[in-house]
């Protein structure tokens, strides 16, 4: 356990010193509207916080975390974790890109396990970089969330399966 919590400060302690050098480390806040789509959908209003390390000028990596309000009864509340990876097309004022991101959903009515889970998105947006390292960005995209609906009754059409949305977001990166 204290090897741990030494890596960690370590860890720490050097991102702190990177992000003090340049703009390795990225922060944005984005939200939006994924609008169900399929014979059994669920549509969400979405707010994110991301934090994306730069690879390059143009490639970076990160995770996120954020809540999410159904239009559902039972599971109405929802908190996506993420990885995400991001690949701008030009470093340009106007910077299309494209974005994946690859997760889990927790519902707090829910145990772990039951209900969502894994959950995936690609995204095609575009950054608008309106002052010197903030930008607005707009990006829609497809999204998949792992489901088990029904699950103690003996339903099987219904098991196991993914919804889909439509998802739209715009975001300040700063």
């Known amino acids: 356990m204290k090897k741990l919590a030494v890596i960690l400060s370590i860890l720490f302690l050097s991102i702190n010193a990177s992000a003090q050098n340049g703009k390795m480390f990225e922060k944005s806040v984005e939200t939006g509207y994924a609008a169900g789509v399929g ?3 669920s549509s969400v209003f979405n707010v994110a916080f991301n934090y994306d390390y730069r690879l390059s000028p143009l490639a970076s990596v990160g995770a ?3 809540v999410g309000i159904t239009e559902g009864t039972y599971e109405k509340y929802l908190i996506p974790l993420y990885a995400r990876f991001k690949l701008n097309f030009t470093d ?5 890109y494209f974005l994946m991101n690859v997760g889990y959903t927790f519902s707090p009515e829910t145990k772990i396990g ?3 889970g894994v959950t995936y998105a690609a995204y095609f947006g575009s950054d608008f970089n309106i002052l010197k390292g903030n ?3 707009f990006q829609t995209g497809f999204l998949y969330q792992k489901h088990d609906v029904f699950n103690d009754l003996d339903y099987n059409e219904y098991l196991n399966k993914f919804l889909r949305g439509w998802d739209i977001r715009i975001g300040f990166r700063f």
């Open 39 to 41: 014979n059994i959908r």
């Open 135 to 137: 930008s607005l960005y």
């Open 64 to 66: 996120g975390a954020g």
């Open 92 to 96: 340009k004022k106007i910077s299309p």
């Open 114 to 116: 039951e209900g969502y």
